[in-house]
């Protein structure tokens, strides 16, 4: 079983900055990718920003690109969000997402629970 686990959501004004976790942990072997979605009030999920394991390469929402950078702990299994510039269409649940190799081989893909991310004036 893989467990994420999701931090530093809350409320900011425009222009704000935040920076979430996630932390995977379990039987894990390897991980994959590590990614951000969020889903606003009646939108579908999107895919935020993205990074692979192994080379590092990341992928961003063109909405965010610029404002928001994806980075990780390899170590700690962990994956951060760093918002910048935060505008109100950005308020959203945002949820973590992991592709990882269990330590039976078997590919999983986990999600968090999600953390809310509100940003108003």
């Known amino acids: 079983q893989v467990e994420l686990v999701e931090s530093g959501g809350g409320s900011v004004q425009p222009g704000g900055s935040l920076r979430l976790s996630c932390v995977a942990s379990?039987?894990?072997?390897?991980?994959?990718?590590m990614a951000w979605y969020r889903q606003r009030p009646g939108d579908q999920r999107e895919l935020v920003a993205a990074?692979?394991?192994?080379?590092?390469?990341?992928n961003y929402l063109a909405a965010v690109r610029g404002r928001f950078t994806i980075s990780t702990d390899s170590a700690k299994n962990t994956v951060y969000l760093q918002m910048d510039s935060l505008k109100p269409e950005d308020t959203a649940v945002y949820f973590c997402?992991?592709?990882?190799?269990?330590?039976?081989?078997?590919?999983?893909?986990?999600w968090g629970q999600g953390t809310q991310v509100t940003v108003s004036s």
């Open positions: 997402n992991a592709v990882v190799e269990d330590t039976w081989r078997r590919s999983r893909n986990a």
């Open positions: 379990g039987s894990i072997r390897k991980i994959e990718a």
């Open positions: 990074i692979t394991s192994d080379t590092g390469s990341t």
